[in-house]
């Protein structure tokens, strides 16, 4: 058949014909300057999908979502069900930070269900609060194979958008849940018990932020939950304005 026919006969059955288009002559002419294919190096894979500050800086919370769905900056994207962005009041006065997701939170996609996110929500309660009325994150938004701790370069790849989160919720204080968040958060190696009891500053304009027990903790030792429940005192005193409002460390 000839190809003019073919063409008639796939036009009549609504089927687009796609030919391969010919470069005309001022594209022949004009090849690209060899200094671009120099300078625009491919970057690596991982360099690419990397979350750095320069590339979330100015995000709205679509877009930040949409960047974290897409994030392949560490290796734990190869084993989530998907990543756990964050959820609740995105105008906060309280930010709840933990440590990563679990099992139940990967499968889900919403940090702090099952057993432990129960217990927070009990906590919320017994100081007034339910759970949309704060917003909870996780220094990692994606879960580590078999509930591990997370990595040091994890977190630093992660980072970008926890830092973000903050900035987008400019909450009136941090509630960092567990050792995992309080050490990062504040750069410490204390455990919780040293680090709790007292507020601290976080980052450069020193959001207040209180320590306390993760709730997957106080479930295996609940002789702790006293404890717990000073801190959350100590949140909702400071809300109160009845809590000195300057930070220590
Ligand atoms: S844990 Fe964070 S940095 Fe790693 S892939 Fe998930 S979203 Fe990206």
């Given at each position: 058949m000839d190809e003019q026919l073919r063409r008639q006969y796939l036009e009549?059955?609504?089927?687009?014909?796609?030919?391969?288009r010919q470069p005309d002559e001022t594209e022949k002419l004009v090849p690209p300057p060899v200094e671009a294919w120099c300078q625009e190096k491919a970057p690596a894979a991982e360099e690419a999908d990397s979350p750095r500050l320069d590339n979330v800086a100015g995000l709205d919370w679509a877009?930040?979502?949409e960047r974290v769905a897409a994030c392949k900056a560490c290796d734990l994207h190869r084993s989530r069900t998907q990543t756990v962005f964050g959820v609740g009041d995105q105008n906060a006065d309280i930010l709840i930070i933990g440590e990563a997701p679990g099992a139940d939170e990967d499968r889900q996609g919403e940090p702090f269900v099952g057993r432990a996110g129960k217990l927070l929500?009990?906590?919320?309660?017994?100081?007034?609060?339910?759970?949309?009325?704060v917003f909870i994150?996780?220094?990692?938004?994606?879960?580590?194979?078999?509930?591990?701790?997370?990595?040091?370069?994890?977190?630093l790849r992660c980072k970008p958008f926890l830092l973000r989160q903050v900035e987008l919720v400019a909450p009136r204080v941090i509630l960092a849940v567990g050792r995992i968040a309080a050490q990062n958060l504040l750069q410490s190696t204390d455990p919780v018990g040293r680090l709790r009891g007292r507020v601290?500053?976080?980052?450069?304009?020193?959001?207040?932020?209180?320590?306390?027990?993760?709730?997957?903790?106080?479930?295996?030792?609940?002789?702790?939950?006293?404890?717990?429940w000073q801190d959350l005192q100590q949140v909702t005193?400071?809300?109160?304005?009845?809590?000195?409002?300057?930070?220590?460390g």
């Open positions: 009549a059955m609504g089927i687009t014909s796609w030919l391969f877009a930040l979502r929500n009990a906590m919320l309660k017994a100081i007034g609060l339910d759970r949309e009325q994150a996780n220094i990692l938004k994606c879960r580590p194979p078999g509930n591990r701790d997370p990595r040091p370069e994890e977190v601290h500053g976080f980052g450069e304009s020193a959001i207040p932020l209180v320590v306390t027990y993760h709730p997957a903790y106080l479930l295996r030792s609940p002789e702790q939950k006293a404890k717990a005193k400071f809300l109160a304005g009845k809590e000195s409002p300057k930070p220590t």
